[in-house]
DNA sequence: TATGAAAATATTCGTTC
DNA sequence: GAACGAATATTTTCATA
């Protein structure tokens, strides 16, 4: 079980990852090997997943982003697993949840702009069979967004 | 402005940013010390923004995922700086965007259970002023949930 | 859990293209 | 300005107490 200091611990990982062990063992008041071992056993439980770089959107000329509601023809078991399949492809789709309620799956698509989108919509997106409908919200401001999860 | 070399070492960091400039610099075919450089001239830039671990939610109990879609009373300056204020302060909502369509907001949501998000609605989100309407989805399964955009 | 030595890595520097 | 190899500084890793 993770107790208070691993709590602790994986808060500051999460924020910057790239922080020396020894850094971490003077805000978490442990000895450096302490904090390794911790970090050591955080990672062979795959508890922290693993360790990313995060790029400003807007300096790479991907920060339109549009939530897609898309909706399948049927729910059968071949037309789930060959949407899901053909969205995994995508590399325009950073996330793909399958939902409950009006629509199947949200979207979350990371593109340059809305020409690059329609590009996207026509050419992917409704290639992939067994799609009834999609339906698009842009955003206009990011308030939030974070990788985090606090503990 | 970003050559090939830039872009493949900042596909590497998205997916690994651990690795050794010493690895990297195999990948790219270049010298350690020239890997070094460029990427302290994408952290300069700002391109690099930052480096996290990425937590698996299902070992922290923070995999039930909700998007709550929200509707304001009305749209003057006033409602919308206090909303997303409030908004900021919530560590249930990882994410929050603001958008054109339907509804205002969308935001994402992670809890432990249907249990917490009931009372995360009940005693934070609904408590919040000029909140018109709002409307969750529950998220049934992750198909696909990356940080980082191909480039 | 802590210490410290050994190994690996990051960082700086002088030089070349 | 970008690349390189050599040097130095720092950190990680691991045996041992």
């Known amino acids: 079980m993770l107790d208070t200091t691993d709590k602790k611990l994986i808060n500051l ?6 922080q020396t062990t020894k850094q971490l063992s003077l ?6 090997t302490a904090v390794y071992e911790r970090i050591k056993k955080l990672e062979k439980e795959r ?8 790029i400003n959107k807007n300096k790479i000329e991907k920060s339109f982003l549009v939530f897609c509601h898309i909706k399948l023809i049927q729910h059968s078991k071949e037309f789930v697993t060959t949407f899901e399949r ?10 793909c949840f ?5 629509y199947d799956y949200i979207l979350k698509i990371y593109v ?6 329609r590009d996207f ?4 997106l409704t290639a992939i069979k067994y799609i009834g409908s999609t339906h698009s919200t842009f955003a206009i401001e990011e308030v939030k967004n974070t990788s985090s999860i606090i503990i």
Chains 1, 2 share one sequence.
């Open 27 to 32: 805000q978490l008041n442990l000895s450096v």
């Open 98 to 102: 399958h939902v409950s309620g009006d």
């Open 13 to 18: 990982l999460q924020n910057d990852c790239k």
């Open 47 to 54: 508890i922290i997943k693993k360790y990313v770089a995060l």
């Open 121 to 124: 919509m026509v050419t992917k």
């Open 86 to 95: 053909e969205i995994l492809k995508l590399e325009e789709v950073s996330e």
């Open 112 to 117: 340059k702009d809305m020409d690059e989108y």
